[in-house]
């Protein structure tokens, strides 16, 4: 079982730059593909960025790749996701996740532990 609490969205306004943080309880936090996905309103949840178990491979939606950066520190049971250069159509609510398995995945139903979700709202 995997607790997981986000924490860092906001109000950013186009072009700037926003941090999300992902702490997970429990102590085999390096067993886990974690990942971020968002939801817009009236849209699908969607893929974002996903983050090996030792850090050393990601992948990301095209949609963010180059802008976004997933990282981990398995020593402080977190992970984050740095978003650069924000555009108003990366307003959503962010979701972390967390994966019991080898490898990562992009779809939502390939992971099994959920946070409740941060705010990120870009304005024009």
């Known amino acids: 079982q995997v607790q997981l609490v986000e924490s860092g969205g906001g109000l950013v306004q186009a072009g700037g730059s926003l941090g999300l943080s992902c702490a997970a309880s429990g102590r085999t936090f390096d067993n886990y593909i974690m990942g971020w996905f968002r939801q817009a309103p009236g849209k699908e949840r969607e893929f974002v960025a996903a983050i090996s178990r030792s850090g050393g491979s990601t992948r990301y939606a095209d949609s963010v790749k180059g802008r976004f950066t997933i990282s981990r520190d398995n020593a402080k049971n977190t992970v984050y996701l740095q978003m650069n250069s924000l555009k108003q159509e990366d307003t959503a609510v962010y979701y972390c996740?967390?994966?019991?398995?080898?490898?990562?995945?992009?779809?939502?139903?390939?992971?099994?532990?959920w946070g409740q979700g941060t705010q990120v709202a870009v304005s024009s």
């Open positions: 996740t967390a994966r019991w398995r080898i490898t990562m995945a992009t779809t939502a139903t390939s992971y099994d532990y």
